[in-house]
Structure formats: structure tokens, C-alpha cells
């Protein structure tokens, strides 16, 4: 009897020592959260490789996750999007790979992750931006961050100050000094760069500017901008996606925004496209001359405005403008405008465009709704403005303040009477330009276009040279292109 007793104690026992242990394990899987990334931080969300390369480059950077959580982490899994095709490798608590399962982290504590990636600055094939993802997966629950480099050798300007209210930037040009940007090298602005208050930023002829999503050029009240393009090397304004898919696309970039100065602003053989805005001249506080000149320059293939002002004085000759969502050219707050032999056409197909392709006003709104007027002189000599709408012209006007505009010589897209010898001299309307391609940006003007030999020689002589530097004084075209017979 005591012996069957004893056997029985020694089943109870090691059946409470099995339920002991059973209790153990359950609280110790208890104690790692496994079901989302909740309370889960990372040290940044984009990890820029910002070396200039000057050989086949390998760097490395590290990303820190933390768990913010009073219990164990497990994440499923950490990866690189494109796999083993990314140029990007990582090492994740001493593994390396693109491919890391079951990652733990302890309560309140932090993962290293090392990542590298090899590239060679110097090959033309390569795309001129790298970038891929770190992914964190945990039961569905996904987490990213950004990884971007560089293929090829250039001037990086990153973005180091921040401002609440204001983009990310960097002053490339400080108060009263006066820069130059070569073309040795392209530039990639990565955030805005930034010309500040008395200085000038020279840009030379052939010089290639690249700029990260939402990046853009910002001449603040008082700097001065310079682009020296030549027919033969032209100043480029674009994004940093050079590869087939990307480069049509539009939106890619910001803008480049001039506010008021005394000091003229030039622009001069320069092809701005595929951002948002090609050029916003706009008053931020008082009048100081506000001039920007612009020549023989293309601006295209926007997802908002090709030119857009506020109370500003330009003059622009030679300048295509074509291609945007919204408006073509918007000239608001009232200021002065000249154009002369300028081709604006709007053929956006990417989506339905509601505004007409140029629109002019002299006034705003104030937080009381009422308006508040300024003077508008707009002039238009030689110039096309065409588009796919039955109205390509937007007018709005308060009797507060002058609004006076001109067309002169102009072939329009427009259900407007253009009788009015006030407002029209030699106009003629909706006649198809017959453009050689406008689905793919070509406007010069085919052999049966309407717009052949119906400029004005008087307003020719003043723009001597079309945007391909042909003579145009003796029966000049209307546009910026001058048409030649088996060209």
C-alpha cells in the first residue's frame, strides 16, 4: 500500500511539473506582442546616402527601430522591396541578407539595421537616383522606409534647415553674395534651395538641374536669378527620374518661385518641365520692380500652372508654354505683362482640364471678401493661344483698378468677340494652328498651319531670331516658331 502510495506522489509530481512547465512557456509566449507594429518607432523615415561618389561607392548607413512597448516584440519580417535585384543590402542583428524573419526586439529596447549600398557614379546607364524600401511586416501590418542614393556623379544640394510653415531647404546663395552653378556637373536639389535676400545665382549655359519629389528653386524678395542658356546649350529644369517610364511624367518637382526684387530676374534658353509649377513670380509683402525677363525658353508638361504671378512685371518673347492640368499661363493681382512671339498651347490629356489656357485678373479677395484691386497692363504681339477647350480665355476684372490688355496679331482659341479694336488688332480665332505634333510637345508649325506669314513685321523686328534661331523679319509667323519649307 505505501509503495502504490509512492508511485502515485511520483505521478502527481512530474504531472505538475509538465503543468509548470506548460504554465512557463504559455507567459513566456504571452510576453511577445506578435500582433501589429503598434508602439513600434524608427530613428527616420528615409535614409539618404548623400556621399558624392567619386568611384564605385559602398556606404554604409544604419536605422535604429525601437520598441516602445513594456513587452518583447517579435516582427515578422524585415526586407528590401526589390530583393535581391536592389542595390541595397542590410545586416539585421548580425544576418545579412534582403530577408530577415521572426526579428525580436526586448521591451523598451532598439534594433540596429546596417544598410549598404553599391553603386557606380560613373556609368551613363545607370538611373541617376537609386532607391528602394526597408519593410516591416508583422500579421498584415506594414511599416516603410524610405532608401535613396545617387548613380551618378553630381552637385547635391540637400535640404538642412527647418522651418515651420516652409518647405525644407538650403541656402546656396547667402545675403549679398553672388554664385554661379557650372555645368561640369548636374545639380540634384533634394528639399528647396535657396537664394537669399541681395544675392545672385548664375546659372551657366549646358548646366543640368535635377529635383527631388517636391523639390524646388526659391529666389527670395530681393535675390536674383540668371540663367545663361545659349541656343546650343540650354539650361534644364527637371526632375531626377531619368529613366523612359519617367520621362513624361509630370508633377515630379515643385516649382521655381522669384519673389519681388529690385534686381532683374533673366531667364534665357532654358527648358522647364514635368513639375508643378514652371515659374511662380509673386509679390510677398511690398513692390521693389518685381522684373523677370524670360526668352527663348520652353515650359511644359505641369500638373498645375506653367507661369503663374502675382503683381509681377514680365516680359517674356519666344516662350512656349504648353501642357498644363490647370493653367497654362495665370497672370493674377494685376502687374504688367509683354509677350511677344510666344506659343501658348494646351493639349493636357491626362485628365479633364476645366480652366482655359491663359487667365488674367487684377484683384483678390480679401478675408472680408472684398476685393482688393491692382493696375493690370497685358500685352500679347505675334503669339498663338490654343488649346483642346472652346474657351482658352478667362478674364476677371474689378472696376477698382485699371485692366487693360491688347492682343495684337494673335490667333486664339476663344468664344469671345474679338471686334473691339480696344482689345484686338489683326486677331483672328479658333483656326487649328496644325502644330507638326502636339502629343508629343512638338509646336512648331506645319506646312499649311493659318499662323504662316500673319505676324507683324514691326513686332518681328523686335524678336529677330525664332526659338530655333531662325530669321523671321521679312513675313514673320505668329509663335515662337518661324516655319521653313522642307525643314
Not at 9 to 18: A, G, R, Y
Not at 69 to 83: A, E, P, V
Not at 211 to 220: D, T, V
Amino acid at each position: 500500500m505505501a509503495m502504490q502510495a509512492s508511485r502515485i506522489n511520483k505521478i502527481v509530481s512530474i504531472l505538475l511539473s509538465f503543468f509548470m512547465l506548460f504554465l512557463f512557456a504559455c507567459k513566456k509566449d504571452e510576453d511577445i506582442i506578435t500582433g501589429s507594429l503598434s508602439n513600434i518607432s524608427v530613428s527616420t523615415d528615409t535614409v539618404m546616402f548623400d556621399t558624392v561618389f567619386t568611384t564605385i561607392g559602398s556606404i554604409t548607413k544604419q536605422l535604429k527601430i525601437y520598441n516602445n512597448n513594456d513587452r518583447k516584440i517579435k516582427i515578422n519580417n524585415i526586407s528590401i522591396r526589390n530583393g535581391q535585384s536592389s542595390l541595397f543590402r542590410m545586416n539585421v542583428d548580425g544576418i545579412a541578407g534582403t530577408s530577415v524573419n521572426d526579428v525580436e526586439i526586448g521591451a523598451n529596447d532598439s534594433l540596429y539595421i546596417f544598410i549598404k549600398v553599391t553603386v557606380d557614379p560613373n556609368d551613363e546607364n545607370s538611373p541617376f537616383v537609386v532607391d528602394d524600401q526597408i519593410l516591416l511586416r508583422t500579421n498584415g501590418s506594414e511599416e516603410d522606409v524610405d532608401l535613396v542614393a545617387w548613380g551618378q556623379n553630381a552637385n547635391y544640394i540637400i535640404a538642412d534647415t527647418y522651418v515651420q510653415g516652409l518647405p525644407p531647404y538650403k541656402i546656396v546663395a547667402h545675403e549679398f553674395s553672388d554664385t554661379t552653378w557650372t555645368n561640369e556637373k548636374p545639380f540634384l536639389i533634394y528639399g528647396y534651395a535657396v537664394v537669399d535676400s541681395n544675392a545672385t545665382l548664375r546659372i551657366q549655359a549646358g548646366t543640368q538641374i535635377h529635383f527631388h519629389n517636391n523639390a524646388g528653386l526659391w529666389i527670395y524678395k530681393g535675390g536674383s536669378l540668371k540663367v545663361n542658356g545659349t541656343l546650343e546649350e540650354k539650361v534644364v529644369f527637371q526632375g531626377d527620374r531619368l529613366d523612359m517610364a519617367y520621362r513624361d511624367v509630370p508633377g515630379q518637382w515643385d516649382r521655381i518661385w522669384i519673389n519681388e526684387g529690385s534686381v532683374d530676374n533673366e531667364i534665357n534658353y532654358a527648358v522647364i518641365r514635368n513639375g508643378f509649377i514652371g515659374i511662380q513670380a509673386e509679390t510677398l509683402q511690398e513692390y521693389m520692380g518685381n522684373q523677370l525677363s524670360i526668352s527663348n525658353t520652353v515650359i511644359e508638361n505641369m500638373t498645375g500652372m506653367g507661369i503663374f504671378s502675382r503683381y509681377y512685371v514680365i516680359e517674356a518673347s519666344n516662350v512656349v508654354v504648353n501642357n498644363c492640368e490647370a493653367y497654362g499661363v495665370a497672370l493674377t493681382l494685376g502687374g504688367y505683362y509683354d509677350f511677344k512671339q510666344c506659343t501658348f498651347a494646351n493639349y493636357w490629356s491626362q485628365s479633364i482640364r476645366q480652366s482655359p489656357n491663359l487667365y488674367m485678373n487684377n484683384y483678390y479677395l480679401d478675408t472680408n471678401d472684398v476685393p482688393q484691386a491692382f493696375d493690370m497692363y497685358a500685352y500679347f504681339n505675334n503669339t498663338i493661344i490654343y488649346g483642346r477647350n472652346d474657351e482658352e480665355i478667362g478674364m476677371e476684372s474689378d472696376e477698382g483698378a485699371v485692366f487693360d490688355y491688347y492682343f495684337d496679331h494673335v490667333l486664339l482659341k476663344t468664344e469671345m468677340d474679338i471686334d473691339d479694336p480696344d482689345h484686338f488688332a489683326s486677331c483672328f480665332k479658333n483656326e487649328d494652328p496644325l502644330f507638326v505634333n502636339p502629343d508629343h510637345f512638338n509646336y512648331e508649325l506645319d506646312t499649311l498651319s493659318p499662323a504662316i506669314d500673319k505676324g507683324s513685321v514691326e513686332i518681328a523686328q523686335q524678336v529677330p531670331l525664332d526659338l530655333n534661331g531662325i530669321n523671321r523679319t521679312e513675313s514673320p509667323d505668329l509663335g515662337a516658331y518661324e516655319f521653313v519649307p522642307g525643314r
